[in-house]
């Protein structure tokens, strides 16, 4: 491990991991320096790793346990740890979800105790377009106005798969009763604390987050959109390109993603995550 090093992707967020294999047993000592490196860095990339599923598992369960999404038909088979993110059909049917992804958002935010980090692995990947970006919050919260940056402290922010998914994911089959009923809206401060760096990141997303509480929708969806545009900024934003074997590690907890458009109908995509549970998000007032 003598060569495990860091260097920053050179844009608004993230660094390159080297020195590490993550198909070795070995890699596990290392996850004490890789979970204060993604809590500095937001975003870390492993390049030209080839891992297997139960590798992929067995690795991102040394930063915590994994959650299993509430989409069940795009679990990998016999791997219920794992999402498939695809828009190749087989035998007539998705393997993976599709379509989505394409507003800004941090994953999980719509659980009581969402997400710490995903770790996205690329199996296949087109060769233009199907990028992914990514966007520091602490700095977009860091750059806003005195007077907005402490209007958001004091606001609650009200996360909601379902109002999600059947307004941006109508091209999908609809939820069903049972999926709706594991989907309660999540109440989250809309500024929260990291809780390994004590930094503050703005926490809502265009997407995920249906309203603010004790606001109606339309005013809700006006400054929704207003925070949001301001935080995914050029400045605050990494762009990654894909390559088959890179597999990057996001904090949930300061940063937001999106992935890019590419032709569907000409390239295959077929990428693997796992989610890692974390606990409530919460804001603490220093002052």
Known sequence: MASFHFKPLGGGVGAEVFGINLAESSASESSTDISAALARHGVLLFRDQTITP???????????????????????????????????????????AYGGAKLFHSDMSYKEEPSLGSLFYCRECPPKGGETEFVDMFAAYEALPDDRRRW??????????????????????????????????????????????????????EGLTSHFEGMDMEKSRLAIKEITDFATQERF??????????LVFWDNRCTMHRALPFDHDKYRRVMHRTTIKGSAPFFADAR
């Open 54 to 96: 139960d590798q992929h598992i067995a690795f991102s369960r040394h930063f915590g346990p994994l959650e299993e999404h509430v989409v069940t038909q795009f679990l990998l088979p016999g791997h219920p740890e794992i999402l498939v993110i695809s828009n190749v059909k087989e035998n007539g049917r998705h393997i993976g």
């Open 152 to 205: 958001l402290e004091r606001q609650t922010a009200v996360h909601d798969y379902v109002y999600h998914y059947e307004t941006y994911l109508t091209h999908r089959d609809p939820l069903t009763p049972e999926q709706k009923a594991k989907l309660v809206p999540a109440h989250h401060p809309a500024v929260i604390t990291h809780p390994e760096n004590g930094r503050r990141a703005i926490y809502l997303s």
């Open 237 to 246: 934003t990494y762009r990654h390109t894909w390559r088959p074997g890179d």
